[in-house]
């Protein structure tokens, strides 16, 4: 049973960087999957922040692209969000997920998820 | 279009059908997945592909899609599906980008 789980600072200041990593447990992050960052402002839906292969490979929301980078650590079984320049926009519970489907396909979902961890974008 | 639009909110009595859709050009490139969410939890994926449950979902739940609309069913609703459901595929202008929809509140009567 594959586990994933997030961990980072609660708070940071607007105009820092938010970082985040998940921790991936019950199987490799070198398997044929991408893994993903979604994010949901309290009371608000889901938004797909982006994507990465184990190989580095990267996919990101065009709308987050200047401020986002994800980075995968095989060594440690992980992967890591870097958000730059955060407002209080950015406040939200971000989740990591693991991607299924294969290119060439019309499959696409996310089988596992992360609980979640609320970052607070506060002075 | 890289949108897709569901409706805000939905009721069905106990023990009836509901159907939740979504709409979006990519939903003819891609099947819908769709996932549950209760307050305070992480989303669970409750349909995949072109009508897959994941181990331990009801089978009450059930998936379908046609031109740009896909439709999450659930036959028999019960007090504990009341939540909030969110339709997922990727978009099909090539950027490889996730797309969300808004989520729908389903209350069971």
């Known amino acids: 049973q594959v586990q994933l789980q997030e961990s980072g600072p609660g708070l940071v200041k607007p105009s820092g960087t938010l970082s985040l990593t998940c921790a991936v447990s019950g199987g490799s992050i070198s398997s044929s999957n991408w893994w993903s960052w979604v994010r949901q402002p309290p009371g608000k839906g889901l938004e797909w922040i982006g994507e990465?292969?184990?190989?580095?490979?990267?996919n990101y929301n065009p709308s987050l692209k200047s401020r986002v980078t994800i980075s995968v650590d095989k060594s440690k079984n992980q992967f890591s969000l870097k958000l730059s320049s955060v407002t209080a926009a950015d406040t939200a519970v971000y989740y990591c997920?693991?991607?299924?489907?294969?290119?060439?396909?019309?499959?696409?979902?996310?089988?596992?998820w992360g609980q979640g961890t609320l970052v607070t974008v506060s002075s | 279009s890289s949108e897709l639009t569901q409706d805000p909110a939905v009721s069905v009595a106990l023990g009836q059908t509901v159907r939740i859709t979504c709409q979006g050009d990519?939903?003819?490139?891609?099947?819908a997945s769709w996932y549950q969410q209760k307050p305070g939890q992480a989303p669970v994926l409750v349909i995949y592909?072109?009508?897959n449950r994941p181990s331990g979902i009801p089978d009450r739940f059930s998936g379908s899609s046609s031109g740009n609309t896909a439709s999450l069913t659930i036959t028999g609703a019960q007090a504990e599906d009341e939540a909030d459901y969110y339709c997922?595929?990727?978009?099909?202008?090539?950027?490889?980008?996730?797309?969300f929809g808004g989520g729908t509140k389903l209350t069971v009567l």
């Open positions: 990465i292969y184990h190989s580095g490979s990267t």
């Open positions: 592909g072109k009508n």
């Open positions: 990519s939903l003819r490139s891609y099947y």
């Open positions: 997922n595929s990727r978009d099909s202008s090539g950027n490889h980008r996730g797309v």
């Open positions: 997920a693991r991607d299924q489907g294969a290119a060439g396909t019309r499959v696409y979902y996310f089988d596992y």
